[in-house]
């Protein structure tokens, strides 16, 4: 509602700010942790009700919170005249602050996770602009969400699943990637320098 009524649609849904086409390699590492990472021995003792409960459930998680993050968040922050990198930073930092309320819960285990979903959110950020849109930052949010869950919580008894350790993977892998690559994630003019 707030979105519509701010007529904010097009660019919390869209985004027009591309980056280098190699960039698709950060959607693709969570496709993959995803698939390698669901724990499909444990949702098959569930029944269908389940794990289409879970499945719509981590759904809406990850629209509702790239839509707050990724799409309100970038907006504003553009709409206040942030560069490119400041956008990225802050709506990352913001994503993962909101999560330390989770010290209510947790404790102080909470901060590092904050730490890490912050990162998560710079990963968000990014298949936001190689996709183009906030749908598919959206759907691999969720699905990773999904993912996590039925890898650690989905049964009490649970024994170890080595593809759990998928998704913590992907935050070394891309992190690495990101990094050694951090220059070179702007498109480039026609002859050769980083636009914005």
């Known amino acids: 509602v707030i979105i519509v009524v701010l007529g904010w649609q097009k660019p919390v849904l869209r985004d027009d700010r591309p ?19 669901i724990d499909y021995s444990s949702l098959a003792q569930k029944d269908l009700l389940f794990i289409l409960t879970l499945l719509i459930a981590t759904q809406f998680v990850g629209w509702g919170e ?8 970038v907006t504003t922050l553009r709409d206040h005249g942030l560069s490119e990198g400041k956008v990225a930073l802050w709506s990352s930092v913001i994503f993962g602050a909101v999560h330390l309320t989770n010290v209510i819960g947790h404790g102080w285990s909470a901060i590092p996770q904050a730490v890490v979903v912050s990162l998560a959110g710079y990963f968000f950020y990014l ?12 759907v691999i949010h969720g699905l990773f969400d999904f993912t996590i869950i039925t890898g650690t919580v989905i049964l009490v008894d649970q024994t170890a699943y080595v593809g759990a350790f998928a998704p913590i993977l992907v935050y070394v ?24």
């Open 127 to 138: 298949i936001r602009r190689v996709s183009g849109g906030n749908v598919l930052n959206s």
């Open 173 to 196: 892998v891309l992190g690495i990637v990101l990094f050694l690559a951090r220059h070179h994630i702007e498109p480039v003019d026609t002859v050769g320098r980083r636009l914005r």
């Open 19 to 37: 980056v280098r086409r190699w960039v698709w390699i950060v959607p693709a590492v969570f496709v993959v942790a995803i698939l390698v990472g």
């Open 66 to 73: 790239e839509a707050m993050f990724r799409g309100i968040g």
